[in-house]
Each structure stands twice: as structure tokens, then as C-alpha cells.
């Protein structure tokens, strides 16, 4: 069924769809926060039905009241994801392989599937460019940088396996960006769990297909990405100058959550904090100065773990044979995105990590993420020069661009 576009009373501008897993019912989703909801089951309708209920009673956003200077500096969003529209039928040699497959849902929207589960049901926009230009512009993004959906980065598939999936993927975003290069710039996947094959798609993302960077996650197979066996990776990384962007992903903590909020809520934070703590404690952000990487929402803890990390680092002689430097050294080399919502743990991370670090990101088009990051960057009152580095011109140094 075509989307439909409707006003309705009292809320803010929406798309209206029949949903038939739910009898038929109607279904709103606020066109206004660019995002779909993240499917129709359980926790997911849940946090839809919360935001109707909390968009409903906030005043109009933007981009009427962003000024001009953000709107005159075209924002580089560099926390997006996609989904293709399709995957390839798997044809490696693997038995019961968790390959991803897409399955019709309800209008505008597609079940990805793993494992013969609904693993997410996602948006349309997730693979549809001009859609996505659509709601940029709403939202006053000049740019998106691309990366995969991170459950999709299969670090736990045969690298055989992997490596066609990566292909697959990378070859998408490719080709969203050659359609779009002024508004989309593409952040691959490696197959991170061989450090070879690895290698080899860093060298053809960055050679071949031309992009600044790659996104990761925050572990891989339960191994933080600052262990010494990942360090020729972030070797090479620096040495082509390939930027890397850090996503948190089946965070550690799962099994302590009560009830029935998303570990992308509760563990994400912590998983990510621990990824960026273990560049400094493994030694691989000392030996590594120009590497450029950035971390998902926020740093997570990360802020709050670096005073102490630096108290200890006092206390502990020892720790300084290893850590050459006080630990907030490289974490103010690192570079973190805006989505932590309220406009005072914003200015929280640029006071802890600098103005100089701090890059616009949305999550778009997930419903978790921020549905209006120029809105919180707008509500945070920075000044103009600060404004300007977050907008854009942290992000254009962190993907190499500064001189473009
Ligand atoms: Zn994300």
C-alpha cells in the first residue's frame, strides 16, 4: 500500500497506514522526527506511542527556528544508517547461517530477517535516497554519512561469508552516494573479525570506491576493539587516513536489564564507553596519534569514565608505562557524536572533550536516535564559533575533508 500523507488534529504532520499484523488498525508515524517506527511489535510500539504522546505537546521544531548561520552551514550528520531494499540469496557452503533477508510489511515499511525472525521492521527510507534527501532537508542536514545498520556488520558470520555480505553492502552505499554525491558520503564495513580480509576492503573502500571511512563496532565477537590483535587495523587505518566511526552493538549488560527497555537504550552507553576507554588502556590511541575516530551517542559513559580513568592513572605509576600521557589527553583526539537529547549533556561533552571533537549525529532514520539533532544543538546556546565546529567543520576534519 502507497503511503499516505495526513494532517491530523491535535498532532503534528503524519503518515497514516493500514497495519494488517494488528487487525487492520490505523497507524500514525510523525513524518516530523524522520523516522518510522521500529516495527510493530511490543517495545517498539511502545516508544512510538510515547513520542505521539510527547510530540503532540511540544512547540513546532525546526527548521523555523534554527538560525541562519546552521541552516547557511549545511550540517554533516555523520551517525546514519541503511538497510538495503534487498540482500543477496546466500550461496556460501555455511548450515544455518544467520543471513539476512528483507520480507514485506505493512505499507512503506520491510521485516528484516534473520534467523527466520523479525529481527527489525524499517522504513522505506532506509534504502530510498530521495526519501531520505526529503527529510534532510526538513531537518537541516546538508549531508549524511551512510553506514550500515550495525547489526548487519556480521562479525559473527563465516568471513567467507561476511566478506560477500560487506561487499553487498559497501556496493550499496556506493552507489546511493554516486547518485547523491553532494548530500550522502559512504562509511563501509570491513570484516573485521580476520584481520586480512579486513585489510583488503579498507584498501578498496578507501582506493575503489572512494570513501573517507568505515564504520565498526564497539567489540568484536566480545573482544574490545582497543585489544593489540585489532592494532595492525588501526594501523593501516591511519596510515591510509581512512576515518573510523565507532557503533556501539550487543553491548555487554543485556542480562542485567529489568523489564522491557532496548539494550540500544540501557547497554549501548556503557558498550561504547568501554570501546573508546580500551583505545587508551590498550596503548593503541598513544601509538596511533593521527588515527581519526569517532563514537556513537556520545561517548556514552565515556565523559564520566575519563576523570576517573585520569585519577588513576595519578595514583598508579605503573599505569604510566603504558599510558604514556593523563587518559584526557586522547580522549580530546577522539571525536563523538551529538546524540545524547538534552541540550545540557551536549554542552557536558563539549565541555569534557572540547568544541573541537564534537560532530553532529542521528541515528536516522532508527527511532531511537535523535529526531531533531540541529533542534538540541540549536536549544545547547552555543556560541557561533562553537556552533559552526559541531555543524560541520569537526566533521569535515574527522572524514579527511578539511580541505576540501
Ligand atoms: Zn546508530
Redesign the pocket.
Known amino acids: 500500500m502507497p503511503c499516505a500523507v495526513a494532517r491530523i488534529q491535535g498532532a503534528k504532520r503524519g503518515r497514516l497506514s493500514v497495519d494488517s499484523k494488528a487487525g487492520g488498525g490505523v497507524r500514525l508515524e510523525l513524518l516530523d522526527n524522520r523516522r518510522s517506527a521500529a516495527g510493530t511489535e511490543g517495545r517498539a510500539h511502545v516508544v512510538m506511542r510515547d513520542r505521539v504522546q510527547r510530540e503532540a505537546g511540544r512547540a513546532p521544531r525546526t527548521p523555523k527556528r534554527l538560525d541562519d548561520l546552521m541552516t547557511a552551514m549545511r550540517a554533516i550528520d555523520i551517525?546514519?544508517?541503511i538497510v538495503p531494499e534487498k540482500f543477496p540469496s546466500y550461496t556460501g557452503v555455511g548450515r544455518n547461517i544467520p543471513w539476512p533477508s528483507m520480507a514485506p510489511a505493512h505499507a512503506c515499511h520491510a521485516h528484516v530477517m534473520i534467523e527466520g525472525k523479525v529481527y527489525r521492521t524499517v522504513h522505506q527510507s532506509c534504502w530510498l535516497p530521495e526519501e531520505r534527501i526529503r527529510d534532510m532537508d526538513k531537518g537541516a542536514i546538508g549531508m549524511q554519512c551512510l553506514?550500515p545498520?550495525?547489526e548487519l556488520l556480521s562479525y559473527w558470520l563465516p568471513v567467507a561469508d561476511a566478506q560477500v555480505l560487506i561487499r553487498y553492502l559497501n556496493e550499496q552505499i556506493a552507489e546511493m552516494v554516486a547518485r547523491h554525491p553532494t548530500r550522502f558520503i559512504g562509511l563501509g564495513a570491513v570484516p573485521l573479525q580476520d584481520i586480512e580480509p579486513a585489510l583488503r576492503e579498507l584498501g578498496y573502500l578507501v582506493n575503489v570506491l572512494k570513501f573517507p571511512g568505515i564504520e565498526i563496532a564497539s567489540h568484536i565477537n566480545g573482544v574490545s576493539i582497543g585489544d593489540p590483535r585489532f592494532a595492525p587495523f588501526f594501523a593501516a587505518a591511519e596510515k591510509m587516513g581512512a576515518a573510523i566511526f565507532v557503533?556501539?552493538l550487543r553491548p555487554a549488560g543485556q542480562d542485567r536489564i529489568v523489564g522491557g527497555m532496548a539494550e540500544q537504550v540501557i547497554c549501548f552507553p556503557g558498550d561504547i564507553g568501554l570501546a573508546a576507554a580500551s583505545m587508551i588502556t590498550g596503548g593503541i590511541a598513544e601509538r596511533h596519534p593521527a588515527l581519526r575516530i569517532a563514537f556513537?551517542?556520545g561517548g556514552g559513559v565515556f565523559s564520566f569514565l575519563v576523570p576517573r580513568m585520569a585519577r588513576a592513572w595519578e595514583v598508579t605509576p605503573k599505569m604510566r608505562e603504558t599510558i604514556p600521557q593523563p587518559p584526557g589527553v586522547y580522549a580530546k583526539r577522539f571525536y563523538y557524536d551529538t546524540?545524547v537529547f538534552e541540550p545540557a549533556a551536549l554542552r557536558h561533552i563539549i565541555g569534557a572533550f572540547g568544541a573541537s571533537q564534537i560532530v553532529v549525529?542521528s541515528?536516522y532514520p532508527?527511532a531511537l536516535?535523535d529526531p531533531d539533532p540541529m533542534g538540541t544543538i540549536s536549544r545547547a546556546g552555543l556560541d557561533a564559533a562553537t556552533t559552526r565546529a559541531v555543524v560541520r567543520e569537526n566533521a569535515e576534519r574527522f572524514l579527511g575533508r578539511a580541505s576540501q
Do not use: K, N, Q
Open positions: 551517525h546514519a544508517h553506514s545498520m550495525p557503533h556501539a556513537s551517542h546524540i549525529g541515528d532508527f536516535g
